[in-house]
Structures are given as structure tokens and as C-alpha cells.
């Protein structure tokens, strides 16, 4: 069965950290695009960043430019989002997705996380 598990979320205060990281199992992401979605209740979801499966182009929402950072490590099969600076508007459920570049970009996938809940608040 092919699962992606996010882990590292949580509540933290405004201008905190979090890294977010995303574990993969029934299959290797080497050959897989990965992208981190979010969704603010009430909200559509979004696109947060998503990485290449080389590691070799990563793209970010313009309003995480400059905090959040992707990466990932093929060798241990996971894929990670530091967050840096968070903002109450960050608050919000993260998903992390796998597949094709394209794919990921136009806002799909072909597996899905369940997501975790991150709270950026006083």
C-alpha cells in the first residue's frame, strides 16, 4: 500500500519554527515529485512548495518566499518543510503529496498524506 505520513506539526507561536517531515512507505519516492499543500478551514487548499525528484528545482508559494525551505533525502526516503517565521495565516492543515513535476504543480497528485495540523498562535 502506498502511504505518505506527515509528521512535525503542532502549535507554535508567531515568528516560530517547525519542520515538517514527510515519510514514505510501500514505495520509493526517488522517481516522485513531492509537494506540500495546505488547507486554512474554510479555505480552498494550496500549494505550498514543491520539490523535484532530484532535489534539483524546488518552487514556493509567494507567501512562504523567504521562510519555508523543501528538501528532501532519497536515501531515507523522506521529504521535509522547514518553516521559518511562522504567521497566524500559516495555521492551516499540511499535506504532503508524490507525483509527476507537472502534476504537483497544477495542484494534484497521485498520493496523498492525511495531513497534520499546524497552529500558529499567542
Known amino acids: 500500500q502506498l502511504q505518505l505520513v506527515e509528521s512535525g506539526g503542532g502549535l507554535v507561536q508567531p515568528g516560530g519554527s517547525l519542520r515538517l517531515s514527510c515519510a514514505a512507505s510501500?514505495?520509493?519516492?526517488?522517481?516522485?515529485?513531492i509537494g506540500w499543500f495546505r488547507q486554512a478551514p474554510g479555505k480552498e487548499r494550496e500549494g505550498v512548495s514543491c520539490?523535484?525528484?532530484?532535489?534539483?528545482?524546488?518552487n514556493y508559494a509567494d507567501s512562504v518566499k523567504g521562510r519555508f525551505t523543501i528538501s528532501r533525502d532519497n536515501a531515507k526516503n523522506m521529504v521535509y518543510l522547514q518553516m521559518n517565521s511562522l504567521k497566524p495565516e500559516d495555521t492551516a492543515t499540511y499535506y504532503c503529496?508524490?507525483?509527476?513535476?507537472?502534476?504537483?504543480?497544477?495542484?494534484?497528485?497521485?498520493?496523498w498524506g492525511r495531513g497534520i495540523q499546524v497552529t500558529v498562535s499567542s
Open positions: 503529496a508524490a507525483g509527476r513535476l507537472s502534476t504537483i504543480v497544477g495542484g494534484n497528485a497521485d498520493v
Open positions: 510501500g514505495f520509493t519516492l526517488d522517481y516522485y515529485a
Open positions: 520539490i523535484s525528484s532530484s532535489g534539483g528545482s524546488t
